[in-house]
C-alpha cells in the first residue's frame, strides 16, 4: 500500500514558495555521521567546532518523524570510503597537511572509513528499516552513487534536504540535483555549518536568482504543510489493515 496522499502542497520559502506532491518526494539527509557532529571526529581534527552542527539534529529528527508518519521515501548518505582507500583520491587525503587526515586512526576510529565508529550516522538520525543509505566517496551525494538511480525508479522529483555541511556536501548535493531536474527545498534549520557565515551565505546563493539551485525554507513551515495529511494516513491504514484482516 502506497500510504502517501497525492495532491500538491506549498511551503512558504525564499525565494518564493515552494510547492511539491508528496508522493513523488524524498527526504534526503546528508552525512549526519560522527565524524562531523560528535567530538574527537574528521569536523575536530580539522580544527572546527562540532557542537556548532548539532542545533540542526533536532528540527532533522522533527522532520524525520513526519516523514516516516507519511510514508515518504527517506534516504540517508554518509560519506566515507573503503578500508583501503581506493576509492579516495590522493589529493583529497593529503590534502591540508593535517596531523590526522582520511584514514588515520582517530578516536572514533579510522577518519572516514566505512565500518568505523566515526562514520555512523547520529543515533538521534539512524536509519530504520527500509531507508535508504547511500554510501558516498565524495561530497555530492550523486557522485559514484546510484542515487540519481534510486531516485528515478520511485518516481521522485522533489527532494527535502537537512544534513550537513550547508557550504559543502549539502550544497553540493543540491548543485548537482538541480542540474539532473530535481526541485530541492533545503531546510535552513536542518543544515548547519561550522561558520555561521558561510551557512548564509550558502543558502542564499542557492536561492538566488529566483532559486537557482533550490528553494530555502525553515522546518517549522514544512511540517506546518504536512501537519494535515497525518490523520488522512493514518484512517488509510486503519481502514487498509481491516480490509486486509476481513
Request: hydrophobic share 45%; proline share 7%.
Amino acid at each position: 500500500m502506497n500510504d502517501v496522499m497525492p495532491g500538491t502542497l506549498r511551503v512558504p520559502a525564499n525565494p518564493y514558495d515552494y510547492t511539491f506532491d508528496v508522493g513523488s518526494t524524498a527526504l534526503v539527509v546528508i552525512d549526519m555521521q560522527g565524524d562531523f557532529l560528535l567530538p574527537g571526529g574528521f569536523g575536530e581534527v580539522l580544527g572546527n567546532d562540532a557542537s556548532r552542527l548539532r542545533p540542526a539534529i533536532q528540527p532533522s529528527m522533527r522532520v524525520l518523524a513526519a516523514a516516516r508518519e507519511l510514508g515518504m521515501l527517506v534516504v540517508h548518505t554518509r560519506e566515507g570510503h573503503l578500508a583501503d582507500l581506493s576509492d579516495c583520491p590522493p589529493a583529497k587525503r593529503l590534502r591540508g597537511q593535517l596531523a590526522l587526515g582520511i584514514g588515520d586512526p582517530g578516536p572514533m576510529g579510522r577518519i572516514l572509513v566505512r565500518g568505523e565508529p566515526g562514520w555512523e550516522i547520529v543515533p538521534e538520525l539512524a536509519p530504520i528499516a527500509g531507508e535508504i543509505v547511500i554510501d558516498k566517496p565524495g561530497k555530492g551525494a550523486f557522485f559514484a552513487t546510484p542515487l540519481d538511480h534510486v531516485l528515478l525508479s520511485r518516481g521522485i522529483s522533489s527532494l527535502l534536504v537537512a544534513g550537513v555541511t550547508t557550504e559543502v556536501c549539502v550544497q553540493t548535493t543540491v548543485r548537482e540535483a538541480n542540474d539532473r531536474g530535481y526541485e530541492c527545498l533545503v531546510l535552513a534549520d536542518c543544515t548547519a555549518s561550522y561558520y555561521p557565515e558561510f551557512h548564509e551565505a550558502t543558502l542564499a546563493m542557492l536561492a538566488s536568482q529566483g532559486a537557482i539551485a533550490g528553494w530555502v525554507a525553515d522546518s517549522a513551515d514544512l511540517l506546518a504543510a504536512l501537519a494535515p495529511l497525518a490523520p488522512l494516513v493514518r484512517r488509510m491504514r486503519r481502514a487498509f489493515a481491516v480490509g486486509g484482516a476481513a
